[in-house]
Each structure stands twice: as structure tokens, then as C-alpha cells.
């Protein structure tokens, strides 16, 4: 009967607890979006429990619908993390190394090819250039995947020796995804779904074709504090990986307790080309201590899409913030929605 009481107890307390945090982040972001400084989806979870999953605001510049928790973002430089773990897939598979050179499996590269290898491309430390968006969207140019690997062929020159220096650009896993498709004999987006999304049972997550989307069913479309959507166009539809919150939080929870790739394989991604601030791993930012992951986070943005997500293990606690239109606050909002549930 005792037990039967504690467990009772218990049980009151948690639920008040939750029902606190529910309340006390609901006011913090219903401020924000009155004050327009949020528009888009949070997800909180901690030990275990979501104690916040909402969505705030439009799922386009028409306001004629609203976001929802299904609703789906374009997540940025997190994608990134995709095209990494995929290598890595190969590599305890034998059929990859990271010291190899990408010459040897993309022959058509220029001479350079020879002088990087697959942890430069890794790490943002081979020197490739960053791709002429510019030169693209002032063009009214549609940039697509055959574009902008011809770009990589054309590039002449390096900007430094490989693994001297560290500079980021989405020619690194514009390559790496090649390398991936050369070797597993499929698209990315087939071998996404074939070898990472589908037998870890990670919904949510979506390649998209182009932008702006042709099929917009759940999809949130970017626009400024005008209200005006985003004006340019893409098809390069390896670099357009969206998702929701939970998405993302299926995705972080399994990575980072090594259900998809090993947990050498994950530390080898933690790794940084040099210790500067400025410098990312593959994997955004992730510190270890004793042997374990304790902070996994990665922010990401393109166009109006902005997106955070954090996972702290020393408190165990999952935050994902996605946004169809940048304010820059999410770090700040991160932080209070941990003051709030601490």
C-alpha cells in the first residue's frame, strides 16, 4: 500500500511538473510570436517525456494556414550530418576509408583531387572554395546537383593545401554525397531511405526535389518580417533535406547513442579541422567526456529557414527549434527554455 502511495505521489509530482513547463515556455513563446519574433515549432523533451511540443504561427507569407507539429522545415547546414554518417556507413562497412582520396573514386576531378582526401571533405579542410551563389541567383540561374558538381570541376585552383586551414562550403558534401551514390550504387536520397531513415524508423524527414516545393503538403515555406517568400530557386535536391521537430529528435536520440553508426565513428565526427570558434565537425558541435557524448548541438539556416537543435545529456533534454523566419534567436531562446525547466 505504502509502495502504491509513493508511486502515486510520484506520479502527481511529475505531472505538475510537466504542466509548470507546458505553462511557463507556452507564455514565452506565445510573447515571441505576438511580438513577431517567432514563427515556427519547438519541441522539448526531457528524461524521456515531451513536456512541450507546439507550433506557432503561419506555414506561409498568405497566413491563410497555420504551422503545425507535422510541419516540415528546411533544416539548413544540419543536412550535412546525413551525407557524414552515410561515409561513415561505408567505412565500418569496408568499402570506404577516411584517408582515401576522392581521385580514386571521382577520376573526372582535376589534378587537386588527388591531394584530398575523404576526412578533408569531412572536416571543411580541403581547401575547395565556396559555391557562387551569387553568381546563380542574380542570374536567375536554378542551381541543380549536375550544376553544381560541374562547378567543383571547374574549380582551378584551391584557396589552401589541404588540411592546413579550415573553410566552409556545401561543395564538401555535395562530394561526399557523390561518393556516397559512386560507391552504394544509389541515389543519396535512395540510400538515405534504404540505410538510414527506414530501418531506424526515423519519420519525418524528407528530400525534397526543388524550392519552391512543388508538392507543399505539410511544408513550410520561408518568408522575411515583410511576409515576403523567399524569391530564390534551387533543384539541387540533395542539399534540400527537411524535417519536423520530431524528426530531428529521432534522428539525434538514435545518432547520439550510437544505433547508427558506431560510437568510434561518432567521435571521429566530433572532430574538428583546427580548435578556432569559428570552426564546425561534421556534426555542428558535440563535446565528450568520459567516452560519451554530452552536448550534441547544430544550427542551421538558409534563406529565412533557421533551425537549432541541442541535445544535453548531463541534464536529458532534447530542444529542437525550427523557424520559416530567421530572427537569429534561437541560441537565446534555447537558453531560457532551459532556465525554465531546470
Not at 557524414?84 to 562497412?93: D, S
Not at 526543388?210 to 533543384?235: C, G, H, R, S, T
Not at 520530431?246 to 547508427?260: A, V
Amino acid at each position: 500500500m505504502r509502495s502504491l502511495l509513493y508511486l502515486l505521489l510520484f506520479c502527481f509530482t511529475l505531472t505538475g511538473f510537466s504542466q509548470k513547463n507546458n505553462h511557463v515556455i507556452d507564455s514565452l513563446f506565445n510573447s515571441h510570436f505576438t511580438n513577431g519574433t517567432f514563427n515556427g515549432a519547438v519541441l522539448v523533451v526531457k528524461k524521456n517525456n515531451v513536456i512541450y511540443n507546439k507550433a506557432f504561427g503561419y506555414l506561409d507569407n498568405s497566413k491563410s494556414s497555420r504551422l503545425s507539429v507535422d510541419s516540415k522545415f528546411i533544416i539548413g547546414s544540419i543536412y550535412k550530418e546525413f551525407p557524414a554518417v552515410a561515409i561513415m556507413q561505408l567505412v565500418e562497412n569496408d568499402k570506404l576509408t577516411v584517408d582515401e582520396t576522392i581521385y580514386k573514386i571521382l577520376p573526372e576531378l582535376p589534378e587537386w583531387g588527388t591531394k584530398i582526401t575523404v576526412k578533408h571533405l569531412l572536416q571543411y579542410s580541403s581547401g575547395l572554395p565556396k559555391v557562387n551563389w551569387r553568381h546563380y541567383f542574380s542570374n536567375q540561374i536554378i542551381p541543380t546537383d549536375e550544376s553544381l558538381f560541374e562547378d567543383i570541376k571547374n574549380v582551378s585552383k584551391l584557396e589552401f593545401t589541404p588540411g592546413s586551414d579550415y573553410l566552409y562550403t556545401n561543395m564538401s558534401p555535395v562530394l561526399l554525397m557523390e561518393i556516397v551514390e559512386r560507391i552504394s550504387k544509389l541515389s543519396f536520397h535512395e540510400y538515405l531511405k534504404k540505410n538510414i531513415l527506414q530501418p531506424h524508423h526515423i519519420e519525418g524527414v524528407e528530400v525534397k526535389e526543388q524550392f519552391p516545393f512543388q508538392n507543399k503538403k505539410n511544408m513550410a515555406v520561408a518568408f522575411n518580417k515583410d511576409f515576403k517568400e523567399d524569391p530564390y530557386k534551387i533543384a539541387v535536391k540533395n542539399l534540400l533535406i527537411c524535417s519536423n521537430t520530431n524528426g530531428l529528435y529521432t534522428w539525434l536520440k538514435k545518432l547520439d547513442n550510437f544505433e547508427i553508426i558506431s560510437k568510434e565513428s561518432m567521435l571521429f565526427l566530433s572532430q574538428k579541422a583546427n580548435n578556432n570558434d569559428h570552426t564546425q565537425a561534421p556534426l555542428g558541435s558535440c563535446s565528450w567526456k568520459k567516452n560519451n557524448i554530452e552536448i550534441h548541438q547544430h544550427h542551421g539556416s538558409s534563406g529565412n529557414y533557421e533551425c537549432l537543435v541541442t541535445r544535453d545529456k548531463t541534464k536529458d533534454t532534447f530542444i529542437i527549434l525550427l523557424t520559416n523566419q530567421k530572427n537569429r534567436n534561437l541560441s537565446i531562446l534555447t537558453q531560457k527554455i532551459n532556465e525554465l525547466i531546470e
